[in-house]
Every structure is written in C-alpha cells, then in structure tokens.
T-cell receptor, first 113, second 113 residues
Framework: KNQVEQSPQSLIILEGKNCTLQ??????????LRWYKQDTGRGPVSLTIMTFSENTKSNGRYTATLDADTKQSSLHITASQLSDSASYICVVSFITNDYKLSFGAGTTVTVRA | ETGVTQTPRHLVMGMTNKKSLKCEQH?????MYWYKQSAKKPLELMFVYSLEERVENNSVPSRFSPECPNSSHLFLHLHTLQPEDSALYLC????????????FGPGTRLTVL
C-alpha cells in the first residue's frame, strides 16, 4: 500500500475559482513534505516545502498546509488560471539510514475558461 | 528550465530494439536518478547514482541498464523491452544523495510496441 495517498484523483474547475487538493501520508519518521507541479510533457517542479514545525507555506496563489499530528496536507489554489492545469504531486521525505522519498500518485487539475 | 535535460523527448521502439535514454545536468550536482512514471501511479525510483557510483537499484529488470560516466551525465540503456515498460522516464539530480531537493528533467515518453 502506498504511503502517500492523494485525493481527488482529478478535478475540473472554472477559471477564477478556488480548489483544494488533499494528501494523507503514513510515512515515518517524517522529514519534510513537498508539493510539486507537473505540466503535461514536463518534469515535476517544486512548489512548496514544509518541515515538521511549519503549518503553512505560500508560493503566489498556491498555499500548502501541514498537520503533522494527523499526517495530512492540503494544497489550495486561489483564483485559478488556465496555466494551473497540471498534475500536483505530494512527496514526503523520511529518514531511515538515509533519506527516502515517497510519492503520491498525483491529482490532475483541469481549469476551464 | 530546471537545468536538467533529457533526450530524446519521445521514443517508440519495438521489443527487439536496443535504445538509450540520455540525461545531462548543468547544476554541478553529484547525485542523479532515474524514475519511471506510469499513468495514475506514483513515481517509481529505479536507480540512484552518487559520484558516478550506483548506490541504489530498486529491483529493476535487467533489460534496463544504467550508466553514469561522470557526475553530469546519466544514461539508461534499453533492450528487449515489454509493452508494459511504456511510460514517462524522468531523470533528476540533487546536490548529493543525502539531499532531498531534486530537480527533474522533462522526461522521455517511451512507447514499446
């Protein structure tokens, strides 16, 4: 079973509207959590990174939240634009003898005019 | 651009062909990675190289053969592939193998007929 679960799998929103993506993880011991944006035909690009002590992090119209107690994170997109159409991937970093990354399957967001 | 380039961007090959994927990073990093990304699935780590030495091989079939001639270049040699190997193959790099900030290339879309 994957240690990082994302929901919904996909969503469609109208331009200008807001949306929220969810990420639940069971990874331990936790190091940090990142949200990546992956445009079609491109590699993932980091949007935000949060450590255990951070509850929220913003990058323009993207705001990520983290609740390390419940092991949940969300990514909120405000006033969506057509260019926000992409896959958003939650990645949790944890440490054993070395660091490891656990990837979610992603949420595909489609913004329509 | 992330500083990581991949060629070719698209590749169609038969099951009996031999081909190679190339990755180059211009960031001065010491670690490089190959990932497989299939539709609706999390990224799967295939290989990790640190200072040109393979440090991780995640039970990848021998029909995939990596090569890292120097810290800036990474190859993935393909032979006798199966249709289920069709996927997006992503290369990434990081400062070192203990740093979890990875920069991804645009990927090679591979189709095996």
């Amino acid at each position: 079973k994957n240690q990082v679960e994302q929901s919904p799998q996909s969503l469609i929103i109208l331009e200008g509207k807001n949306c929220t993506l969810q990420c639940n993880y069971t990874v331990s011991p936790f190091s940090n959590l990142r949200w990546y944006k992956q445009d079609t035909g491109r590699g993932p690009v980091s949007l935000t990174i949060m450590t255990f002590s951070e509850n929220t992090k913003s990058n323009g119209r993207y705001t990520a939240t983290l609740d390390a107690d419940t092991k949940q994170s969300s990514l909120h997109i405000t006033a969506s634009q057509l260019s926000d159409s992409a896959s958003y991937i939650c990645v949790v970093s944890f440490i054993t003898n070395d660091y490891k990354l656990s990837f979610g399957a992603g949420t595909t967001v489609t913004v329509r005019a | 651009e992330t500083g990581v380039t991949q060629t070719p961007r698209h590749l169609v090959m038969g099951m009996t062909n031999k081909k190679s994927l190339k990755c180059e990073q211009h960031l001065g990093h010491n670690a490089m990675y190959w990932y497989k990304q299939s539709a609706k699935k999390p990224l799967e780590l295939m290989f990790v190289y640190s200072l040109e030495e393979r440090v991780e091989n995640n039970s990848v079939p021998s029909r995939f053969s990596p090569e890292c001639p120097n810290s800036s270049h990474l190859f993935l040699h393909l032979h006798t592939l199966q249709p289920e190997d069709s996927a997006l193959y992503l290369c990434a790099s990081s400062q070192d193998a203990r740093t979890d900030t990875q920069y991804f290339g645009p990927g090679t879309r591979l189709t095996v007929l």
